[in-house]
């Protein structure tokens, strides 16, 4: 099996914040005896946390064959022959023998839509969620916001390391996204904006702007712009990685600016251009424009 594999589901199964996140809002939408589709079930811990909390009968739906061939093994040496039933395939054209009353699914990008999630949900429900069902998540939204960093990632080429100036590299930025898992957090200069916005239900296009104002609400040195996910999962249940916390699995993308000292009251205009296939982060290009206030 590819041990790549492996490890990406070994690392989303040790940000124990994310379960529990997911345990909460299981236990709010699934109710005794309910039919729950679990979408991209990986090796079955969602499907787990339903039936946890009373599901009746659990349809794990799995694309990868490699994967949903080890689920098969796990559900076998659980014991969850008749309360669970691994499907393989794409769930976008998978049909169950039953409407489901809850659909759950995990496939958040570190953006929040590389993964196709909402698009995968919208036709997944479609046909196989039943009149009033819930799905978890139920919204994912992707957000930006002006940040200065704590003397990490693109923070680090500036005007002082370790008694030296490396501002030099600022001449060679691109408005291309870079992947970075902050060390410490960032000082957010700006309240953050909403981008794109998905709930289910509507339809298979997000809805997504392709520019907003930031408003700088802090002094500092603006020196990137930090995108990131927050999802719904239920009503008062949300998980996002920014403010990233320990065992996060998730990085943030962050597209690096010319480090400038900004205040409170100036206005950022950002633009963010998705590209054809929005599973490639680093094709989506950022623009910029400062209006600083006299
Ligand atoms: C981020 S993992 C989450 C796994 C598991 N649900 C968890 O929370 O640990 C997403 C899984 O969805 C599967 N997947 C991606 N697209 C899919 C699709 N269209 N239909 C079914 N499974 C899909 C992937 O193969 C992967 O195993």
Same mark, same amino acid.
């Given at each position: 099996?590819?041990?790549?594999?492996?490890?990406?589901?070994?690392?989303?199964?040790?940000?124990?914040?994310? !379960?529990?996140?997911?345990?909460?809002?299981?236990?709010?939408?699934?109710?005794?005896?309910?039919?729950?589709?679990?979408?991209?079930?990986?090796?079955?811990?969602? #499907?787990?946390?339903?039936?946890?909390?009373?599901?009746?009968?659990?349809?794990? +739906?799995?694309?990868?064959?490699?994967?949903?061939?080890?689920?098969?093994? +796990?559900?076998?040496?659980?014991?969850?022959?008749?309360?669970?039933?691994?499907?393989?395939?794409?769930?976008?054209?998978?049909?169950?023998?039953?409407?489901?009353?809850?659909?759950? #699914?995990?496939?958040?990008?570190?953006?929040?839509?590389?993964?196709?999630?909402?698009?995968?949900?919208?036709?997944?429900?479609?046909?196989?969620?039943?009149?009033?069902?819930?799905?978890?998540?139920?919204?994912?939204?992707?957000?930006?916001?002006? +940040?200065?960093?704590?003397?990490?990632?693109?923070?680090?080429?500036?005007?002082?390391?370790?008694?030296?100036?490396?501002?030099?590299?600022?001449?060679?930025?691109?408005?291309?996204?870079?992947?970075?898992?902050?060390?410490?957090?960032?000082?957010?200069? #700006? %309240?953050?904006?909403?981008?794109?916005?998905?709930?289910?239900?509507?339809?298979?296009?997000?809805?997504?702007?392709?520019?907003?104002? !930031?408003?700088?609400?802090?002094?500092?040195?603006?020196?990137?712009?930090?995108?990131?996910? #927050?999802?719904?999962?239920?009503?008062?249940?949300? !998980?996002?990685?920014?403010?990233?916390?320990?065992?996060?699995?998730?990085?943030?993308?962050?597209?690096?600016?010319?480090?400038?000292?900004?205040?409170?009251?100036?206005?950022?205009?950002?633009?963010?251009?998705?590209?054809?296939?929005? %599973?490639?982060?680093?094709?989506?290009?950022?623009?910029?424009?400062?209006?600083?206030?006299?």
């Amino acid at each position: 099996m590819d041990q790549r594999l492996l490890l990406m589901h070994q690392t989303m199964l040790a940000d124990r914040p994310r !379960l529990a996140a997911y345990d909460r809002a299981l236990e709010r939408a699934v109710g005794a005896g309910d039919v729950v589709a679990d979408v991209g079930a990986g090796l079955l811990v969602l #499907s787990m946390l339903a039936l946890r909390h009373g599901a009746g009968h659990v349809y794990a +739906i799995e694309a990868d064959p490699e994967t949903a061939a080890l689920a098969a093994e +796990i559900a076998q040496a659980n014991d969850l022959k008749g309360r669970l039933t691994i499907v393989q395939g794409d769930a976008r054209t998978v049909r169950l023998p039953e409407k489901a009353d809850v659909v759950v #699914s995990e496939m958040m990008g570190n953006l929040g839509p590389e993964e196709q999630m909402m698009e995968v949900l919208g036709a997944f429900t479609e046909t196989n969620l039943a009149p009033g069902g819930r799905v978890v998540p139920h919204r994912l939204a992707t957000r930006l916001a002006a +940040i200065e960093f704590d003397g990490e990632g693109w923070g680090l080429w500036g005007e002082d390391f370790l008694g030296h100036r490396l501002d030099a590299v600022q001449d060679r930025v691109a408005p291309a996204a870079q992947l970075h898992f902050f060390q410490r957090p960032p000082t957010l200069l #700006s %309240r953050p904006v909403t981008i794109a916005d998905h709930r289910s239900g509507d339809g298979r296009r997000p809805h997504a702007r392709e520019s907003r104002t !930031l408003t700088v609400t802090r002094p500092g040195r603006l020196q990137a712009i930090v995108g990131y996910f #927050s999802a719904t999962l239920a009503k008062g249940v949300t !998980l996002s990685n920014l403010p990233s916390y320990p065992g996060c699995n998730w990085a943030v993308w962050v597209w690096p600016l010319r480090h400038t000292p900004v205040s409170a009251g100036d206005l950022l205009r950002v633009g963010l251009r998705p590209p054809e296939d929005v %599973r490639n982060v680093l094709d989506y290009r950022l623009s910029c424009g400062l209006r600083q206030r006299r």
